[in-house]
Each structure stands twice: as C-alpha cells, then as structure tokens.
C-alpha cells in the first residue's frame, strides 16, 4: 500500500506551540489560512528560521477588496508562502486562475473560458469556467444590439454589461476585455482601460489586444471601404502597433491577452511582449486551408487554369490576399506555401491544430510560467474532438492547467451530451414509471 506524503496545517503547527501567530494577524484572517497544509519534511527546516505564522499586506487587500465569507480564501488566487523579516512566515495571495476557493486547484487539467458577453448563458456554465473572453463584436452585436439576448433593453452600455458579468462570476474568473477602437488615441484608451480596471479591480481584469497587422489609424478607414493591402505588407511601424501597445501595457502592470493569432509565426514575437494569454485561433483558417488545399489538388490533377482564378478569387475573400492583389499565379505560390506551412498533410496539421501545437511548445520553453494558451474560434464538432484528443497527447502532458479553450456555452453545451445517454434514460425512467404502477 502507497501512503501519500504526511502534510501538517498551519493551525496543528500553532496548536503544537511549533509556531505563534504573528500580532499583527487578526483571527478572521487566521481562520482562512488555518487549514492550509505544509509538507511534514518541510516543518523541519523552519526550526531556528521561523517562529510565527501570519498574513502579508497584499493578503488582507485581497480578502478586503472581494468580501468572501469568514474562513474563505477567494477563487482565483495560489497561497505561497513568504518569508517576513521578523522571522516569520506570511501566506500571500497570488493571482491564479487555476485556483478555486482556499487554494485547491481546479479539479481538471484543461481550463474553460466563455466566450460571451451574455450574462444569462455565462450564468449556465460559471461554475465551470476560470476566463470569461468578450470583444466589441460580442458585446455589442451578439448581446447590447441583439433584442432576443439583451431582453428588454435590461442592459444599456458595455460597461453595465462587464460589471454584471464581474458580479455574476465572482473573484476566481479572469474577464478579458477589449477597447472599442485601437488605434484610438493612446489617452482615450488608457482612459477606456482605467474604467474596466476600476469596474473588476486589476485582479480581474485582462485587456485584449489584437495584432493589428498592415492596419494603422491612416488606411483602417480605407480598409473598412473595401481597399486594403496585403496582410504581408512589409510595414514595422504598422505591423509592431499592437506589439508595442501590449508591451507598453504590461510594463504599465496590466495583464493582456495577446489576440489574432493564426498562424505558428506570430506566436514567438508574441511572447517577447510577455503577455499574460496568447490565442490560437484554429476553425477558420482550418477551413482557408482545407479550400486552399483541395483547389490546389484540383489544379494539379486537370491543369485547368480555371482552379486556379477560383484560388485567386477564394483568397481574396478570405483576406489572404489584398483588394489589389489579382494575379493567379501568384496567388497559387502564397496557397502552396501556406497550405505546405500549416502541415496539411502532416500529422502536426491534418487537423489544424498545428499553430495550438507549436504554441505549446513555444510555451514549455519560454521564460513565461504565468502565460496560457487560448484556444479558440471553434465551431464544428470535429474541432472540439481533435482538440480534446491533442490536450492529453504524452508531449503537453507537463502543461498542466496552462490551456484555456474558449467558445460559446451553446457550442460547449453540444460536447456534456451522447446518444447512450438517451439509451439509459430511456431504461431507467421506463424503470421507474412500471415500478410506480405497482
């Protein structure tokens, strides 16, 4: 028989007189801290080092700021232990999505996020999710705008919305947020992150922001019309726009959510911003490249010229290529290195998953323990299985709680279900309605 690791609680070290409770330690915070739990060979090295146990500053701010009930450390926060200067031991609160109420971690390795702005489908799955992601077009257009998710007008502005959302999820749910305009004046958005700041406290809060790509404030209006450049475009100063306004944020102590990401080459550059999450996005350009790929087949196997002007044409209106961007064979050569990239015949990509994959692996080797992975823009039901089939491949195994998979609670919903449920309820509530006739 294996006997797991003998543990002691704070409250048995006091009780055994090993430790005194810091002066400065009221009872009620005391009371939250009590049941946590040292490993035993560990009690030993604080002989001669430590003589009291208590709780730091940022402790008491905490449990200030979200007014949980007496004995309770909050959701969403790791206990660590530090070291005082008055030779004590003082249990911090340490900001930790993968942490539910008084320091145990979340039961599942894998993280789930909303991604709604609708309080009353967040309030179906809140109990389950450790992120909530909303966006301007999730917010005004699927929920604000939208008479039949917005009833009765309740909910008047974005900022109504996040509050509700806040207070619907508690302390223990990240809620990323994003500015309406990004390439907004620099004050006016500082301002607009304030606000949500001020409505989720900084524990709370993540501020979203997207790669912006070729698009700056000159040509976005331009781009809105219809004539834009190519996503390629050679441009620093316009390309490194949400790089550096990521960057200037996280120096400014801000939590972000690094967004817009499709592709493996993005995610390095990414990362030197130090984001806080980074996003795969996998359905939809999974379906660019299963397009891509088949009128390539098509080409090759007739040699028609027709495949590829329809390549040309499908590129176009998927973004891939600019409004002026009209040459076919060229369009061919970016489609072969793309479809080539991306794996599509590979293991890594058969399934689209390969930008999830190399993120992971950028992941396991950065010098960011704090940054998960988002994976999102999920639609079909072939998406969710290949993903809840990568999540437990040998290779993330150590990637434990480090991935967030976010989509709507309606798609999420299609996945607690199977046919057999319906083969044993049928059974079982037959069963109960001939045993009640008797």
């Not at 176009?316 to 961007?325: C, R, T, W, Y």
């Not at 994959?357 to 396991?364: E, G, M, T, V």
């Not at 491949?393 to 919903?413: G, H, I, L, N, S």
Request: hydrophobic letters at 40%; aromatic letters at 10%.
């Amino acid at each position: 028989m294996k006997i797991n690791r003998m543990s002691c609680t704070l409250e048995a070290l006091v009780a055994a007189g090993k430790l005194a409770v810091t002066p400065d330690t009221e009872q009620g915070m005391f009371a939250r801290i009590r049941g946590l739990a040292i490993p035993f060979e560990e009690v030993a090295g604080l002989a001669g080092s430590v003589e009291a146990v208590g709780v730091t500053e940022e402790f008491r701010k905490v449990i200030r700021l979200f007014r949980v009930e007496e004995g309770v450390i909050p959701a969403g926060f790791r206990p660590e232990l530090v070291y005082g200067n008055d030779r004590s031991m003082r249990v911090d609160l340490h900001r930790d999505i993968a942490f539910g109420e008084n320091g145990q971690r979340r039961p599942g390795n894998v993280l789930f996020s909303a991604n709604t702005a609708n309080p009353f489908t967040v309030a179906t799955m809140k109990n389950f999710i450790a992120n909530l992601t909303t966006n301007p077009q999730i917010i005004y257009e699927h929920f604000l705008n939208n008479p039949k998710a917005n009833k009765n007008h309740q909910f008047k502005d974005r900022f109504e919305v996040v509050r509700e959302l806040g207070n619907l999820v508690g302390p223990g749910v990240d809620i990323s947020v994003e500015v309406n305009d990004p390439f907004a004046e620099e004050s006016a958005l500082l301002e607009e992150i304030a606000r949500f700041e001020e409505i989720l406290t900084p524990y709370r809060l993540v501020v979203k922001v997207p790669h912006t790509g070729p698009l700056n404030r000159a040509n976005v209006g331009d781009f809105l019309a219809g004539d834009y450049p190519s996503v390629f475009s050679e441009d620093p100063q316009s390309a490194f726009y949400g790089h550096n306004f990521a960057y200037k944020l996280q120096e400014m102590g801000y939590r972000v959510n690094f967004t817009l990401m499709s592709d493996p080459h993005q995610m390095a550059l990414a990362l030197l911003a130090k984001p806080y999450f980074i996003n795969a996005f996998v359905e939809r350009r999974h379906g660019q490249t299963t397009e891509m790929a088949r009128l390539l087949e098509l080409l090759d196997q007739t040699g028609e010229a027709e495949y590829r002007e329809r390549l040309q044409e499908f590129m176009a209106q998927s973004d891939i290529l600019g409004s002026h961007e009209k040459d076919p064979a060229k369009a061919e050569k970016l489609a072969r290195e793309l479809v080539a990239y991306r794996g599509f015949y590979t293991r890594d990509g058969r399934d689209g998953l390969d930008n999830a994959r190399h993120a992971l692996r950028l992941l396991k080797t950065a010098n960011l323990p704090e940054t998960r992975l988002i994976i999102c823009n999920m639609k079909s039901a072939q998406m969710y299985y290949d993903i809840d089939k990568m999540l437990v491949e040998p290779e993330f195994a150590d990637m434990k709680q480090r991935v967030v998979v976010t989509c709507e609670p309606e798609y999420f919903a299609r996945f607690t279900g199977s046919p057999t449920i319906y083969n044993y309820q049928r059974s079982f509530l037959n069963a109960v309605a001939s045993g009640g006739q008797g």
